[in-house]
């Protein structure tokens, strides 16, 4: 059964700095794996996705790596903003059936202060 | 751009009363998805809809029907709510043709008392 641990589970950093933020996956065979940030209250918005052949994608400051092999994603955020205040959620794809199906870490709630 | 829409976005609910949510989705996906999130438990799949007039069950189903009313429109029914089904719902739509990347309404907040 596929799992998906995101660690650390909270960080607090201040402005500026660069950082990494980290999911595990136990079963190497997903078709993608999809970043996502939520605001309080608020819905899920996609950051980046990354299909299965690829190794990288970055959008603006952000930077998602996927390394199949060793079950392993993580999200860089550079020269971090208070606005980059949010929970972080990874989410891997798997086959299921017909369709496709997310399996979900319990996300990084971040921090950072001015 | 509207995405996918949810309504309502806030509900109370007494116990053993009966609920639609409602979902649409302007982007012409095929597959569309219904989650529950909870502290402490992330999100979980309760159904999903691989195409117009499909329906699966996901890992939560029970206490919960749906409908694929169109290829725009996927509805969750509540037909006797409980307590447990206190939680934040969200529609997520999805297309093979975009690697299948996700994209979610704003959420419906539900609370059964």
């Known amino acids: 059964k596929q799992e998906v641990t995101q660690i650390p589970a909270a960080l607090s950093v201040p402005e500026g700095e660069n950082l990494v933020l980290n999911c595990s996956f136990t079963d190497s065979a997903i078709y993608n794996l999809q970043w996502f940030r939520q605001d309080p209250g608020k819905g899920l918005t996609s950051l980046l996705l990354?299909?299965?052949s690829q190794r990288e994608q970055t959008s603006g400051r952000l930077n998602a790596s996927l390394d199949k092999s060793s079950g392993r994603s993580t999200l860089y955020i550079a020269a971090s903003q208070p606005g980059d205040s949010a929970t972080y959620l990874c989410a891997v794809g798997k086959n299921a059936g017909n369709n496709r199906k997310l399996i979900w870490g319990l996300g990084t709630s971040l921090a950072v202060n001015p | 751009n509207a995405g996918v829409t949810q309504t309502p976005k806030f509900q109370v609910l007494k116990t053993g009363q009966s609920m639609t949510l409602q979902c649409a989705q302007d982007?012409?996906?095929?597959?569309m998805y219904w989650y529950r999130q909870d502290p402490g438990m992330g999100l979980r799949l309760i159904y999903y809809s691989a195409s117009e007039g499909t329906t699966d069950k996901g890992e939560v189903p029970n206490g919960y029907n749906v409908s694929r009313l169109n290829k725009r429109e996927f509805s969750l029914r509540l037909e006797s709510a409980a307590p447990s089904q206190t939680s934040v719902y969200f529609c997520?739509?999805?297309?093979?043709?975009?690697?299948?990347?996700?994209?979610f309404g704003q959420g419906t907040r539900l609370t059964v008392v």
């Open positions: 990354i299909q299965s």
């Open positions: 982007m012409n996906h095929n597959s």
């Open positions: 997520a739509s999805s297309e093979a043709g975009t690697g299948f990347e996700a994209f």
